[in-house]
């Protein structure tokens, strides 16, 4: 049952409930319909967003951040039960989902808007987020560099409706995309069997 409204402008809303609060995460790992769709289902996570951040334009189009002017990646930002699950957990989501070794791109898809970054919303999760890149340098199965940035969260601005979980509003263009563009080949490659990649 549905007790609130959250508003994130541009007529989206995330539903949650009066007895929860909710924490808020917010990654960029490239097209941020694969990124969607990577967390929309993990325990705890109550809405996923499609939007826009770490630029230096107001309310940007899709268009806009597409031509690489705005500054902004393509982002989702994550509203999540931390009764249910952690910042660690999607940490490790995230990890698993980017090629943490690729600058200003992330798979097919080239340039700043495509960049993978972690935008930290207070000091525990700056934290954790060093902490986790720091083991992942210790322990990572591949040997390149990890080159992902992580930085103090900024404005976010939610993405166009039709981004919105187009995984699920456009299942055949979207399956089309995700293996034309090798996501999946490269996160086997980065991270063999670990390669954690939700589907639906």
């Known amino acids: 049952m549905l007790l609130g409204i959250l508003g994130l402008g541009m007529g989206t809303t995330v539903a949650a409930t009066d007895e929860t609060n909710l924490n808020k995460a917010t990654f ?11 967390f929309d289902n993990l325990p705890g996570v109550v809405e996923v967003i499609a939007g826009y951040t770490g630029g230096h ?5 899709y268009e806009e951040v597409s031509a690489g002017g705005t500054g902004h990646a393509e982002a989702i930002q994550v509203f999540y039960d931390p009764t249910k699950t952690g910042y ?4 490790e989501a995230f990890w698993h989902n980017v090629d943490p070794t690729a600058t200003d791109r992330q798979f097919c898809d080239v340039g700043p808007e495509y960049r ?3 935008f930290y919303h207070n000091e525990e999760q700056h934290r954790l987020a060093e902490q986790s890149k720091t083991e992942l340098a210790q322990s990572k199965p591949f040997k390149e560099p990890i080159v992902t940035k992580i930085t103090a969260a900024s404005a976010f ?3 166009e409706e039709y981004h919105q979980h187009y995984y699920r509003k456009n ?3 979207y399956q ?7 996501r999946a080949q490269r996160l086997k490659e980065l991270w063999g069997d670990s390669a954690l990649e939700p589907q639906e």
């Open 157 to 159: 601005y939610p993405a």
């Open 171 to 173: 299942p055949v263009r």
């Open 28 to 38: 960029a790992g490239g097209c941020f319909w694969c990124m969607v769709a990577a």
């Open 176 to 182: 089309y995309y995700h293996y034309t563009c090798g």
């Open 88 to 91: 660690t957990q999607l940490l």
């Open 116 to 118: 993978a970054e972690i």
């Open 57 to 61: 334009t107001q309310n940007p189009s």
